[in-house]
């Protein structure tokens, strides 16, 4: 009767261990899989080259595309996500994985808008007053075309959204000439002149922002962030090309200054940030000096600024 028992004991054990292995099996194979198939996301977005790591993506909006294929019911399309106070990001309607292992294109980008100019091509307006701050004008975008849920999400089963800067970032340094010399003449403005006010991010071709045929220019008016130090984000447009008034810096008597491109013209590329040192002269602005322009993705320099990541 023991040795039954005993028989029945070890079947038990056996049956458990097996559903273990199987369990152990299928975690394998979905890696962090959420349980009930729902998508999640997380948010960081690029650090500057001088510090190390990403930093938490301070917007509170932001559009999602998971794209299985035209006609597929788990295709979901520029699905708006908000963030709570605490942090939490969440979506304007359900959205769920098809399984652990069929993989997706997945698309994001910030602030969410519903001008969507072509199939995920989406239409950003930048703001052309930005004394407030420039955060309202910094898009930034994400591609992953083959995201396989059952490897890439992260420890949360949530996408780990890392967006990329799509515009430029201009931060414009301000000193004096010698005929300011025991003169208190404060700077009023600094303008970034007609740059481009609107432009198209095609996010499956990975974030390739261009400007539309029919965009208006603007004239961007840059946030002081320090003294003298005043910064801006723009994408090019006819203010920045050679022999045109690039920059205005406007003082407290009225009086104006210009910086003008040179016939070699300067690089504002989308994806760059840039520092100008501008010396204000009698009726115009110079470089202070030649600066780095740092890539977000790779270091390389080039004459005319420096460059920092936003």
């Not at 005993?6 to 975690?27: D, P």
């Not at 190390?52 to 932001?62: I, N, R």
């Not at 309607?93 to 969507?116: F, I, S």
């Amino acid at each position: 009767m023991i040795m039954k028992n005993l028989k029945y004991i070890f079947a038990a054990m056996a049956l458990v261990a097996a559903a273990s292995g199987c369990n152990k099996e299928q975690k394998a194979q979905e890696g962090n899989f959420p349980a009930d198939g729902v998508v999640r996301v997380n948010t960081t977005v690029a650090a500057p080259l001088t510090k190390a790591g990403t930093s938490d993506y301070e917007g509170e909006t932001l559009g999602l595309y998971i794209d299985y294929g035209t006609g597929d019911r788990f295709t979901a399309s520029n699905v708006l996500w908000s963030k709570d106070v605490n942090g939490k990001w969440t979506a304007s309607e359900l959205m769920l994985w098809k399984n652990a292992q069929d993989r997706a294109a997945v698309y994001a980008y910030a602030p969410y808008t519903t001008a969507v100019v072509g199939e995920k091509i989406i239409s950003f307006d930048i703001p052309a007053d930005q004394t407030a701050g420039i955060d309202a004008a910094d898009f930034v975008c994400f591609a992953d075309d083959d995201f396989a849920p059952y490897t890439d999400l992260d420890w949360a089963s949530a996408i780990a959204v890392n967006f990329s800067h799509a515009l430029v970032k201009l931060t414009v340094n301000i000193t004096k000439g010698n005929q300011f010399d025991g003169v208190d003449m404060p700077v009023k403005s600094v303008t970034i002149k007609r740059a481009a006010g609107t432009v198209n991010c095609d996010l499956a071709a990975f974030n390739a922002v261009s400007v539309p045929t029919d965009a208006a220019s603007v004239d961007v008016i840059m946030h002081k962030a320090g003294d003298n130090c005043y910064e801006g984000i723009f994408f090019p447009g006819l203010g920045q090309k050679p022999g045109e008034e690039a920059i205005i810096v406007t003082m407290e008597d009225g009086t104006s200054h210009s910086y003008v491109v040179p016939a070699a013209g300067i690089s504002f590329e989308g994806g760059y940030a840039y520092t100008m040192n501008l010396k204000v002269g009698k009726d115009k602005l110079t470089l202070a000096r030649n600066v780095s322009v740092n890539n977000w993705n790779e270091p390389e320099e080039i004459p005319g600024g420096e460059a920092e990541r936003i």
